[in-house]
């Protein structure tokens, strides 16, 4: 079987298929006030959030495309 995926956005233009991070919010505006901090952050600081919890890089979403 052959699934094609339709990326948008960010995923499509950086190539990103895969879920290694993220973080829960109950509260929309919160979740809004987060993402924008962390787009403000550089690389390192990203790679070492991920790291901090998932060192191996493993996939987080399991079954649709895994």
Same mark, same amino acid.
Do not use: C
């Given at each position: 079987? %052959?699934? !094609? ?5 960010? @995923?499509?233009?950086? *190539? !990103?298929?895969?879920?290694? &991070?993220? =973080? =829960? $919010?109950?509260?929309? *505006?919160? @979740?809004?006030?987060? =993402?924008? !901090?962390?787009? *403000? &952050? %550089?690389?390192? &600081?990203?790679?070492?959030?991920? =790291?901090?919890? %998932?060192?191996?890089? $493993? ?5 649709? &495309?895994?």
């Amino acid at each position: 079987m %052959n699934i !094609a995926l339709e990326l948008t956005g960010f @995923a499509s233009k950086y *190539g !990103a298929i895969r879920l290694v &991070w993220y =973080e =829960e $919010h109950f509260d929309f *505006g919160d @979740a809004v006030k987060r =993402e924008k !901090a962390i787009k *403000g &952050w %550089n690389r390192q &600081w990203k790679i070492d959030l991920i =790291e901090k919890d %998932n060192p191996e890089w $493993h996939e987080l979403f399991k079954g649709l &495309w895994w």
